[in-house]
């Protein structure tokens, strides 16, 4: 089956180098390519596990999460972005590294920007990728990663970009304990305080807005271990 690629291209460029991530998004922009920018990989990975974006450029090194490391978490959070990664290491082992990580492609450093244009071109015109990431569902609960849309009992519910990256975790989970230790790692990585309560203080935010004073929360806690979104 045939499917028609409708609206404007997303890319988001992962650049720690704010003049060249400026230049590569003006490139682009002139393009017609909507472009959001991110400077480290936390930022990147946390903008990326939305799924909204048609093309993902990121550098290999990058302050906080490395750009394998990034690429390794979207390819296992289920996030089928085509990825091209710039780095100036540009031996084969370097390549062969990158490509085993997740990524579709790689430039080296420095590179002409027709070339990058091209190999976007290139990345977003493949016909063998998932076009729309399937929309999650768990009870009257629906998660739409690609319109970054949650809705329950047909209400929209407004999350933030961390917000639904966790509920996306747990729906694709569903019925499954993940322990502290693993949401904490998949959604804040090593950044994260190993002692601090960030998993629990947000699973709070989501049960707020997800639960509206019902009496039973979707998501259960499963104590001394973690947290199950109920299938």
């Excluded at 990147?44 to 690429?71: K, Q, T």
């Excluded at 009257?140 to 961390?162: C, K, N, W, Y």
Aim: hydrophobic content about 45%; charged content about 35%; overall charge neutral.
């Amino acid at each position: 089956m045939f499917r028609v690629w409708v609206g404007v291209m997303r890319v988001l460029v992962v650049e720690d180098e704010a003049r060249l991530a400026d230049l590569i998004a003006r490139v682009l922009e002139r393009e017609r390519y909507e472009v959001d920018i991110a400077h480290d990989g936390d930022a990147g990975l946390e903008r990326a596990l939305s799924g909204r974006y048609d093309a993902i450029v990121l550098d290999r090194m990058l302050p906080g999460v490395d750009g394998l490391v990034v690429c390794r978490r979207l390819r296992s959070a289920g996030v089928h972005t085509p990825v091209l990664i710039l780095s100036a290491r540009r031996e084969l082992d370097e390549r062969v590294e990158g490509l085993d990580a997740g990524a579709d492609d790689y430039l080296g450093k420095p590179f002409a920007f027709t070339e990058l244009l091209a190999r976007i071109r290139a990345l977003t015109r493949r016909g063998d990728r998932p076009v729309l990431p399937a929309v999650l569902r768990a009870g009257d609960l629906t998660l739409d990663p690609r319109m970054h849309r949650v809705e329950r009992a047909g209400r929209e519910i407004a999350l933030s970009q961390r917000e639904f990256a966790l509920l996306e975790y747990l729906m694709r989970n569903a019925g499954q304990v993940l322990t502290r230790e693993q949401i904490r790692e998949r959604i804040w990585g090593p950044a994260a305080e190993p002692e601090s309560n960030i998993v629990d203080l947000y699973i709070h935010y989501l049960r707020k807005k997800l639960d509206d004073d019902r009496s039973e929360s979707l998501i259960r806690t499963v104590r001394g271990v973690g947290y199950m979104l109920r299938a």
